[in-house]
Each structure stands twice: as C-alpha cells, then as structure tokens.
C-alpha cells in the first residue's frame, strides 16, 4: 500500500485528511501556518515575499523618472537596491528620494518594514521555540507472543538526551464498519495497553495490546484489517525534562504494515561500565516465527 493510502496519520504523525467546502478568510491562521509549516517552506516564503514587496516598490518608484537621485535613468535594478535599502533602513547615502512622490513611497513603504519586520521576527521565534519529541518508532508492528499471551506489540525509543518524564501512549484502531442501520462510516476504537505509562522515558519502550475477547481485534486477521482499512494510530506525550514543557508526536500502522508473527531484535546491552546501550541499527528488525 502506498504510503498515504487510506491512512488517518502519516507515519512522520501528520494528517492526511482533505478538508473541504470550509469557508475561511486567507489570512484567518497565518500564525498556525507559519509554525506548521517546514522550515524550507517557511524560509523559502519569506524570501519569495520580501522579493516580491521590494519589486513592487520598485516598479512604483521606476514609475516616475528622476524620483530617485542618483539612480541611472530608467534603471529598474537601482530602484530595487532603494527599496531594499528602504526595507531594511541601511541608509547608504548614495540614492535618495528626489522627489514629492518617490518620499510618498518611502513613508508607505517603512510604515510597512516597521509593522511587518516585527511580525516577522515573532514568527521565527514562535517556529524555533515550539517544543517537539524526537521519538523513534518501529517500522512495523507485530503480532506475537509475550508471555504466553498473543499481543499487538510495536517499539519507540527517545532519540534525544533529554528524558521524557510522565510519558503516555494512547493507541486506537481506526477502521471502516457498517452500523445496525447499515450505515457505512469510519469508527475508532481504544486499545487498552498493558502498560500506557512510562514515568521516566529513557530507554525502549515496547507496548503491547492484549488479544483477548476483549480487544477490538480479537479473531481478526491479516486479511479482514486490509479489507477494512484498518490503521492503529499512536499518540505519545510527555513532559521534556530540558525544556519543562508537554510535547507531543503521533505514528500509525496500516494492515500491511503488521507483521503477523515474530518478534522484535534485542537492541539493549550492557557496558563494561555498566551503562546501557542502545543500537539503534537493530531498532527496526523484525525475527519472523515460521508458526506465527
């Protein structure tokens, strides 16, 4: 299945849900935009946008011959270098406004620098100090056996130095059903974990959901979860020990990506000093059990 095929989350925890028919106003959640947006996007939009401003400033000053003292006659690119220096306030001393219209632009154009350069600035801010997990999750989930009990299990592991304090799981099942009425829909279902807390998050952590009469998934199969489009949806949050603030990030499996029978390779060993390590080259193997 192509990744993003009847998917809910993503497996880096973003959506793939299409939203339409919604009416909003362009500018509504700029501030949202700008934090979610990835940090190409967003610098490469900042850089697009100060062009673009600085090129229509331009045009306007190149509109009126001789608005700009010393600037070669008809030359557009010294227009831009004012308006830039406009923008920016530097102030070389070379070029100047020569004329009533060409100092009408230059108030406009640094009452827009003044309210925009700001604006700007508390964007960035607001990106870089946005606080967010580095959380390792398994490639794949299994169904196996641990201690003698048939469980859904998969892996995740902190990738960062700083430790998660008070680290929750929630899983749901996300799949399609038909009611008594015969209405078709998407239903979510919780699976209980055997343990969905972990007070102090440094090392691996496997979770693991009960097959038993209970479970959502009690006497499915591999089968009927790819005919139902089924997904299992991770969320994960937890209290960053550096920054004393909740972070949070999501994962999700589809059918295809559970394997039926097996077991996760060990990735935990001991130093000779006695500290811990985790080898992360192994975090993603899988031990297929031929019996299942």
């Not at 003698?148 to 799949?175: E, I, K, P």
């Not at 199969?221 to 909740?246: C, F, H, N, P, Y």
Request: proline share 3%.
């Amino acid at each position: 299945m192509a990744d993003g095929a009847g998917r809910v989350v993503s497996r880096d925890g973003r959506d793939y849900i299409v939203r339409a028919g919604l009416r909003r106003a362009p500018l509504a959640d700029l501030y949202h935009s700008v934090v979610e947006a990835s940090w190409p996007r967003l610098l490469g939009g900042l850089v697009v946008t100060y062009l673009l401003v600085n090129l229509a400033f331009a045009a306007l000053y190149w509109l009126q011959p001789g608005s700009i003292a010393n600037a070669r006659p008809g030359s557009y690119a010294d227009c831009f270098f004012f308006s830039i220096q406009t923008t920016a306030t530097i102030g070389y001393g070379h070029l100047a406004p020569a004329t009533t219209w060409a100092n009408i632009l230059v108030v406009v154009q640094t009452v827009v620098s003044v309210v925009s350069l700001p604006l700007l600035t508390g964007m960035m801010f607001a990106k870089f100090s946005v606080p967010t997990a580095r959380v390792v999750f398994s490639d794949r989930a299994i169904v196996g056996r641990r201690d003698g009990r048939r469980v859904l299990m998969f892996r995740l592991a902190n990738a960062r130095n700083a430790h998660l304090v008070d680290a929750r799981l929630t899983v749901s099942l996300v799949w399609d059903d038909v009611t008594a009425e015969g209405e078709q829909l998407r239903r979510v279902r919780d699976l209980h974990l055997l343990r969905d807390r972990n007070a102090f998050f440094v090392l691996t952590w496997t979770a693991m959901h009960p097959l038993d009469t209970a479970s959502p998934l009690h006497g499915e199969s591999a089968a009927t979860l790819a005919r139902r489009k089924a997904e299992i949806v991770v969320s994960l949050t937890g209290i960053d020990s550096t920054l004393s603030q909740t972070v949070h990030t999501r994962h999700s499996y589809v059918a295809d990506e559970i394997v039926w029978g097996g077991r996760f390779a060990d990735v935990l060993s001991q130093l000779p000093d006695g500290r811990r390590r985790i080898d992360y080259a192994r975090f993603h193997q899988v031990h297929v059990d031929a019996d299942g």
